[in-house]
């Protein structure tokens, strides 16, 4: 079973960027797609962005296209999001999740990092 530990949230000012961490333990996470997933209070937990285990293909929202970059370092077992150019409607609770081996949903998620923005 991986754990999943977020870091990285805070709270930023409108045009700011944070980055966002992902450590995995218990188990490598070379094999496995990632993404990132968010909760606003009041809304619906909704996709970010995706990577797959070999960080070649990459899927972003609409709402984040151009502004957010996925990333992954597979030898340290982190996944990483860079949020650029936030705006108060990026804030929300943001999750990190493994999905499952040949499967379109995610199995493992973290406890969530709390990202703030000022405006």
């Known amino acids: 079973q991986v754990q999943l530990v977020e870091s990285g949230g805070g709270l930023a000012q409108a045009g700011g960027s944070l980055r966002l961490s992902c450590a995995a333990s218990?188990?490598?996470?070379?094999?496995?797609?990632m993404g990132w997933f968010r909760q606003a209070p009041g809304k619906e937990r909704e996709f970010v962005a995706s990577?797959?285990?070999?960080?070649?293909?990459?899927y972003y929202a609409d709402s984040v296209k151009g502004r957010f970059t996925i990333s992954r370092d597979n030898a340290k077992n982190t996944v990483y999001l860079q949020m650029n150019s936030l705006n108060p409607e990026d804030a929300a609770v943001y999750y990190c999740?493994?999905?499952?081996?040949?499967?379109?949903?995610?199995?493992?998620w973290g406890q969530g990092t709390q990202v703030t923005v000022s405006s």
């Open positions: 218990g188990r490598t996470i070379s094999s496995y797609a």
């Open positions: 990577i797959s285990w070999s960080a070649g293909t990459t």
């Open positions: 999740a493994q999905r499952r081996l040949g499967a379109a949903e995610y199995g493992s």
